[in-house]
């Protein structure tokens, strides 16, 4: 098959040995690389990016094995929705599986939307590499993949995102030393303490588990959903936009409470106690729905977005949101430890419940470590 790309230029050749099992994969050659017939030149500008990444972390590059998913340079770096961009990437498919044949890493780190979905197929709303940078992945070829965002989204304003790709590549070493897998969200199989579709009694003998906690030192994590969720705007000027409400007092449990009688009741009466609680911009947007519909928030209330917020002060979009925050969670930002293991922010159609108690899991998760 030839290169379906009018007026392409380069051919190129793969860099690096993989010793320390990794395949850094890029999308297509830009000018330099073009010249010189590999990727990611030191000298380019997402090139440099990726070089200052590499040595940062005390590696070099011929540890990695470096490729692009189209082994060319398409005319003005346009590749991502332009009209040959599907042919490019099948076209450039048996090299990449020729390479993974050839090198066997034992982790790819993709860098870009185009990489990643090349070897995972993930594609549609949330599922690009905004949302699910720094998870574990599964691909197509049976090995585990590290989504990243592309040295070029960070030359482009984005540079604040830097320890960013350190972490991604920490994890991608970290995952090819230890031969880990990946794990996917457990929606037909969730644990044991996700209450999906409660009975009145189980909403009771959750406020009775709530009611015995140590209101000082334990934790009530909550969220609301609403029928405005990709609005906030429109859901903070509708107050009956609540479409349900979840809880959970401790990592791996949780409940989700429709908003309805008699579960509004006895969410009511929940969040009234005394216990200490966070969410995720709850300050500004969950509580005055909450209050606008009639429940009172008392004890201690933290918002775990602004406790992100000033831990990591230059992250911007996306790294405000709750699915990054627990990719990245840690003794800082460029250590790939004690992270959530799956993103989910996509099943919120597929499964609202899951969705839902995943929300109020995570922050359970992120309050059991210091940030």
């Known amino acids: 098959m030839d290169c379906p790309i009018p007026n392409a230029r380069g051919v190129l050749r793969p860099e690096g040995t993989g010793a320390n099992g990794v395949l850094i994969l890029g999308e297509a050659m830009g000018e330099d690389e073009a010249y010189d017939g590999l990727p990611f030149r030191p000298h380019a500008q997402s090139g440099s990016v990726l070089e200052r990444a590499i040595r940062k972390i005390g590696t070099n590059r011929e540890q990695y094995v470096i490729w692009n998913v189209v082994p060319t340079h398409p005319p003005n770096n346009y590749l991502e929705g332009a009209p040959y ?15 993974i044949a050839r090198y066997r890493p034992r982790c790819i780190l993709a860098l870009g939307n185009i990489a990643t979905r090349t070897l995972t197929g993930l594609a549609g709303p949330k599922m690009g590499v905004t949302h699910i940078t720094g998870y574990v992945l599964p691909s197509r070829y049976g090995g585990p993949v ?3 965002l592309h040295p070029a989204f960070l030359r482009r304003g984005k540079m604040s995102h830097f320890g960013v790709l350190l972490r991604c590549l920490r994890l991608a070493i970290q995952i090819a030393r230890e031969q880990r897998q990946a794990l996917v969200p457990p929606v037909d199989d969730p644990p044991l ?14 406020e009775c588990a709530v009611r015995e906690l140590n209101p000082t030192t334990s934790w009530l994590s909550y ?13 903070e000027e509708n107050p009956d936009a609540i479409r ?13 409470l429709p908003w309805r009688e008699p579960f509004m009741s006895i969410a009511k009466r929940i969040l009234a106690l005394r216990n200490r609680k966070c969410g995720w911009n709850n300050w500004r947007f969950d509580d005055p729905l909450l209050r606008a519909n009639g429940c009172t928030i008392g004890g201690e209330n933290h918002d775990l977005m602004w406790a992100w917020h000033h831990s990591q002060p230059d992250l911007s979009k996306p790294g405000r949101g709750l699915q990054f925050a627990a990719a990245m969670q840690g003794p800082s930002i460029t250590q790939p430890s004690h992270s959530w293991p799956w993103p989910w922010k996509h099943l919120d159609s ?6 839902g108690i995943v929300d109020v899991d995570v922050l359970q998760w992120m309050v059991s470590y210091k940030f």
């Open 223 to 235: 969220d609301i959903e609403t029928m405005y969720s990709t609005d906030e705007e429109d859901a």
């Open 146 to 148: 590290v989504a990243c």
């Open 350 to 355: 597929q499964s609202p419940e899951f969705y």
């Open 244 to 256: 349900s409400i979840q809880f959970s007092i401790a990592p791996g449990s949780g409940i989700y």
């Open 193 to 206: 303490g996700y209450i999906l579709r409660p009975t009145r009694d189980d909403a009771y003998e959750f």
């Open 85 to 99: 961009c599907s042919a490019a990437i099948e076209w450039g498919r048996p090299q990449l599986e020729d390479m």
